[in-house]
């Protein structure tokens, strides 16, 4: 059984979604925990739904932009400050944005998914990181997304930004499994998010639930994610079992990423 006994995980994006989901299997497992989102009614709705699950849980919330690198040095110095270290961290705030052709794609929507996706995670891993050396260990995952892997078309940022944070995911296993910090990432398909609901708005409008049902019909599980799922991937990937994965892409995605 995973235990989180005292250990401290660090969540971005935690108001909601994978975060939340994320949060919620952690805490169960005695986790102390930081959310972080800029959504502060969604990260107040966040810790009532970790204190209904586990009531003794320890919860700090912190309504920050992941884009502004200053307000990602205040989150993390909070998080040591208050509660001295920092064990995990689910590197995980992320956006879809428009959905369009690549000459048609806007270069201010280019800019704003890559700023949230890519340089949001560079921000967070690079201050976490400075922890993490610091004392020794530490576990790091990043959301990616089957979109990191390869293509979906209609997204040229999310593309970009996803394929990014699978390169840095790599490239910093590589520099800092030597000091005994593991770091990977996950890639999610199709799970049933709010972000997953919006995309699917984008393209049906009202019918957003048949073109749904159409879009999983190819996957060989014949379904959507559930958030709880991979928050439980989460869980074990931030956890002391799994200190030998590093540098490593965790798809999951019912396995559509691997059918021809």
Known sequence: MIDFTDKVILITGG???????????IAKQGAKLVLVDMNKEA????????????QNAAVELVEANVT????????????????GKIDGFFNNAGIEGKQNLTEDYGSDEFQKVISV?????????????????????????????????????????????????????????IEYGQYGISINAIAPGAIMTPMVEGSLKQMAGDNWEAAGQEF???????????????????????SD??????????????????KY
Not at 43 to 54: F, H, N, Q, R
Not at 76 to 81: L, R
Request: overall charge positive; charged content about 20%.
């Open 241 to 258: 079992s799994s200190r030998f994965i590093n540098a490593t892409v965790v798809n999951i995605d019912g396995g559509q990423s691997y």
């Open 15 to 25: 108001g909601s979604g994978l975060g939340r989901a994320a949060a919620l299997a």
């Open 68 to 83: 502004n690198e200053e307000e990602v040095q205040k989150y993390v110095q909070f998080t040591v400050d208050t509660f």
């Open 117 to 173: 996706n890519l340089n949001g995670v560079f921000y967070g891993m690079k201050y976490v990181l400075k922890v993490m050396k610091k004392q020794g260990y530490g576990s790091i995952v990043n959301t990616a997304s089957v979109g990191g892997i390869r293509g979906v078309g209609n997204q040229s940022g999310y593309a970009a930004s996803k394929h990014g944070v699978v390169g840095l995911t790599r490239n910093s296993g």
């Open 216 to 238: 999983v019909s190819v996957n060989p599980m014949k379904r959507f994610g559930k958030p709880e799922e991979v928050g439980n991937l989460v869980a074990f990937l931030l």
């Open 43 to 54: 990260l107040e709705e966040s810790k009532t739904e970790i204190l209904e699950a586990a």
